[in-house]
T-cell receptor, first 110, second 117 residues
Framework: DAKTTQPNSMESNEEEPVHLPCNHS???????IHWYRQLPSQGPEYVIH???SNVNNRMASLAIAEDRKSSTLILHRATLRDAAVYYC???????????FGTGTRLQVTL | GAVVSQHPSRVICKSGTSVKIECRSL??????MFWYRQFPKQSLMLMAT?????????EQGVEKDKFLINHASLTLSTLTVTSAHPEDSSFYIC?????????????FGDGTRLSIL
């Protein structure tokens, strides 16, 4: 049970921002929110993670709701290389296991 | 940084063959590595957690005698699929966690596509 809910698919135009939502309404206080993406025929790639505060790195931004029941992965300018399946995962540090759900398949078009 | 190398990338072999897959953390030490399996059009399923110097922890339904895991050093874990059969054909992916702090991300290899004829 991945315990997160994401839309099955989303589309974006190239060079436009993309907001990928994730619902994790039953998250506990110690669960981190991790995002990974998987390109076709490759292993997943770590994107970003956070606990309570919004986070930025070179790949993306993570906006976490104040109640932590949802979060949004933001790709500031989508490119064709960003087309992938994006997984939002609750990560309990002590259990250390990632449970992958079905993710969101992002299509990027010209 | 945080590169995980997996080898081989693809294996095609006859039924009954045992296949070994290697997972190496190239630029960091990994006390914990993970093995996943992914069938076509499905998500990743965790098979087992590999801890350096101790026995692996297998997920429910995964046969430990079928999928042998060895984590003999801080940079290498191996998965051996013993007496492989066509139903074992899948995409096998390893990951490694750098550090033991809470919330540390996992870094994944590029996977091994196993095809059993």
């Amino acid at each position: 049970d991945a315990k997160t809910t994401q839309p099955n698919s989303m589309e974006s135009n190239e060079e436009e921002p993309v907001h990928l939502p994730c619902n994790h309404s039953t998250i506990s206080g110690t669960d981190y929110i991790h995002w990974y993406r998987q390109l076709p025929s490759q292993g997943p790639e770590y994107v970003i993670h956070g606990l309570t505060s919004n986070v930025n790195n070179r790949m993306a931004s993570l906006a976490i709701a104040e109640d932590r029941k949802s979060s949004t992965l933001i790709l500031h300018r989508a490119t064709l290389r960003d087309a992938a399946v994006y997984y939002c995962i609750r990560y309990t540090g002590t259990a250390s296991k990632l449970t992958f759900g079905t993710g969101t398949r992002l299509q990027v078009t010209l | 940084g945080a590169v995980v190398s997996q080898h081989p990338s693809r294996v095609i072999c006859k039924s009954g063959t045992s296949v070994k897959i290697e997972c190496r953390s190239l630029d960091f030490q990994a006390t914990t590595m993970f093995w996943y399996r992914q069938f076509p059009k499905q998500s990743l399923m965790l098979m087992a957690t590999s801890n350096e110097g101790s026995k692996a922890t297998y997920e429910q339904g995964v046969e430990k005698d079928k999928f042998l895991i060895n984590h003999a050093s801080l940079t290498l874990s191996t998965l051996t699929v013993t007496s492989a059969h066509p139903e074992d054909s899948s995409f096998y992916i390893c990951s490694a966690r750098a550090g033991t702090g809470e919330g540390q991300p996992q870094h994944f290899g590029d996977g091994t596509r196993l095809s059993i004829l």
